[in-house]
Each structure stands twice: as C-alpha cells, then as structure tokens.
C-alpha cells in the first residue's frame, strides 16, 4: 500500500482529480476493491456513517472517482472535462492506480453505483465481464434518455434522445456475456427510475442471464434513506462475489 494513503477516508490526486479514497485499518492486503460511481447529485461515500463500517468490517478498499454530471459515458461532456471522456478517466487513470497501488490482481475490484453511477456500472460490467464479474446498482437511472432535453448537461453529451438511448445499459446486454454476480436493488417508490430497472430485469430473464434484485423493499424512494437502507446486503453481496471470485482459477 502507499505510505502515505492512511486508514480511513482521504482525498487523493487521482488522474489530476481529487477522489475521495476509503482504506480500512489494519490492512495487510485488502480482500479486494469497490470502484463505487456517483449519482448525478455527486455524494460519494465519504464519512458515510451506513457504508464505512461496512467497509471497514469487510476490509474493502473503496474509491470514489469525480464523475461531474457526464453519465460516466465515453463521450465528451464540456460540464466534466473538455478533453476526457469519464469512461476514459476510469479505465485510463481510476483502474490503473487501483491496481497498482494495492497490487489488485484480476476479478478482485467490485463495482458499485447509485442512480447515475447504477446505470453506468452495469453498461461497464455487460461490457467488461470477465474484468467486472462482481457488481451492485442500486436505484440505477438505466433510460436516462428521459431526462434529455431539460436543460441539463446531458444535452451537451447527446445530440438527440434517442442517441441516449442507443447507450444506455439495456442495449449492453447481448446475451453472451454478463458478470457472475449482479445485484439490481430499486424502491418500488422510485417511480421515474423503476420501469427501466423492471425493463433491465426483464431482459436478463427472458435471456436466462442470472442475478439478484430486489424491488419490494421501500424505504423513501429515490433517496439515501433507500440508498443507506439497502447498504448490508449490497456490501455484503460485493465482499461474498470477491470472495468467491478469489476462489476461481485464473483467467488464461
């Protein structure tokens, strides 16, 4: 581990961007990584008194990459950067430094999203599948293509609504390849992002791809008090997917 990285959250120069970094104490070697992608509100995980204990007690590096308003896409958003894509300054920078600073080997980061980050972390795991096989979206916003047209930054990133929709994570899954343990949680109150989550599972069954979700469980809709109350079983699934994925025999 990096000296200078110490238990508990910091900020870190990652990529020229400040990222809110979380290492549990009394770390040798981490039972593995969370790469967790922001909602379009941009709070991260940081001093979260719901999701650190949980980390800490699974011993579960954590971080937190700036993600502006840009959807995480691989397009140029002027609002986030005007030279990188999002998708880029993870996979070019965030992925990297993970990896090397605390020797993560294949299979051994978990990705996890919220809303805005839900969405992209299935697009990223469909397309990446044996890199991802272990992810959690929590209330993902997966036909963000509703909201083009309000005056938001997506305007920028999209020429038309229906170019949205042709990226959006629905469209990533073919059928010949999925992450091995996916978890897809939205309240049942989150009426402008449950259609597309029951969409999104829809397609998964009639594929026969298998997963977890739960969309029963209420706990204030499209809110932390969701987010926070559903944070056991997500942390608790990403540790026990690492771990098994641990157990498996190399990628050749």
């Not at 030279?83 to 990705?111: C, E, F, K």
Request: proline share 9%.
């Amino acid at each position: 581990m990096t000296e200078s990285l110490r238990p508990g959250w910091q900020d870190w120069p990652v990529g020229g961007k400040s990222t809110a970094v979380f290492v549990p104490s009394r770390l040798v070697e981490p039972a593995g990584a969370v790469l967790y992608l922001h909602g379009h509100a941009e709070i991260t995980l940081r001093d979260n008194p719901v999701y650190t204990p949980l980390l800490e007690s699974a011993g579960l590096v954590c971080v937190c990459p700036p993600g502006g308003k840009a959807w995480w896409v691989d397009r140029i958003s002027p609002d986030y950067d005007p030279q990188v894509t999002p998708h880029a300054y993870l996979m070019d920078r965030v992925l990297p430094w993970m990896r090397s600073t605390w020797n993560l080997g294949d299979r051994r980061i978990a990705l996890l999203g919220v809303s805005m980050g839900g969405q992209a972390v299935l697009r990223l795991s469909f397309q990446r599948p044996l890199e991802f096989p272990v992810v959690a979206a929590i209330a993902p916003a997966i036909e963000y293509h509703i909201w083009h047209g309000r005056g938001l930054p997506l305007d920028a990133i999209y020429p038309t609504a229906e170019a949205a929709r042709q990226d959006s994570a629905l469209l990533s899954v073919q059928g010949v390849g999925w992450p091995r343990h996916q978890l897809i949680v939205c309240d049942p109150a989150d009426e402008e992002w449950l259609p597309s989550a029951e969409k999104f599972l829809g397609k998964l069954s009639s594929a026969g791809i298998p997963h977890e979700s739960d969309l029963t469980t209420t706990a204030g809709g499209h809110t932390w008090d969701y987010f926070n109350h559903v944070a056991p079983r997500v942390i608790g699934f990403l540790s026990e997917g690492l771990a098994r994925e641990s157990r498996r025999l190399p990628v050749a």
